[in-house]
């Protein structure tokens, strides 16, 4: 159990860190978002353009993606694999009375239209078990808390989306338009990782006490 417990651990550290460094190459982008509105402005203006800058611009936007890709992706992989641990715990200490196993927990962030509710209620599911495994649903949750995390989830892709629907570079106005939205979707990931970092520290505190208890009382 103890060796269970310090794998556990080292997840939800690993994870910590990760969006840790998500936050910072969000924060990055939503700065190269401004410094790139602020020289498309000059171009709409009639400002002329030195063409270092602007290379400068576009080599700045691309490391950043590359950046971006590769820590959103090693994070996603280690968000599944602590959702995945964090549900097997809930099911546990409840006998396996939910409504997700923990490879649904998982698996409704991939399905289409169900992924923009039942993540949330599967985090909710696991918030409560996780607080009392015998009466959940008397359990008091952080509305706030969970609610605001995937709100600003949500409202941050469907603002890349739109940018990217926008992103025209035939059209000088669009193309603003679009980076202003980027800069926006990278603001509200970086509400939605923080809260989650709340979030998951939470769970794994609830967790433990609940395991603790169900070892005294074993």
Not at 3 to 16: S, V
Not at 49 to 60: E, G, H, L, S, W
Not at 193 to 200: D, F, N, P, S
């Amino acid at each position: 159990m103890r060796d269970l417990e310090t794998a556990g651990g080292a997840r939800t550290k690993w994870l910590g860190a990760l969006l840790c460094l998500f936050i910072l190459i969000e924060g990055a982008t939503a700065i190269s978002r401004a410094f790139t509105i602020a020289l498309l402005s000059g171009v709409r203006a009639g400002v002329g353009v030195d063409p270092a800058a602007a290379q400068a611009d576009d080599d700045r936007t691309a490391l950043l993606a590359v950046v971006y890709l590769l820590i959103l992706l090693v994070t996603m992989i280690a968000y599944c694999l602590w959702l995945r641990r964090a549900s097997h715990r809930a099911h546990a200490v409840s006998g396996g009375n939910m409504g997700t196993t923990p490879g649904w927990a998982i698996g409704w962030h991939f399905v289409p239209f169900a992924n923009l509710v039942m993540p949330f209620r599967t985090m909710v599911e696991i918030w409560k078990v996780s607080a009392n495994p015998h009466d959940p649903e008397a359990v008091l949750w952080p509305e706030a808390l969970l609610r605001g995390w995937w709100g600003l989830w949500l409202a941050g892709n469907f603002a890349a989306n739109i940018a990217w629907r926008f992103n025209d570079p035939d059209h000088l106005d669009l193309l603003i338009f679009a980076q202003w939205l980027d800069m926006f979707s990278s603001l509200f990931a970086i509400g939605a990782g923080a809260l989650l970092m709340v979030i998951v520290r939470r769970i794994e505190k609830l967790q433990g006490e609940s395991q603790r208890v169900m070892m005294v009382f074993a």
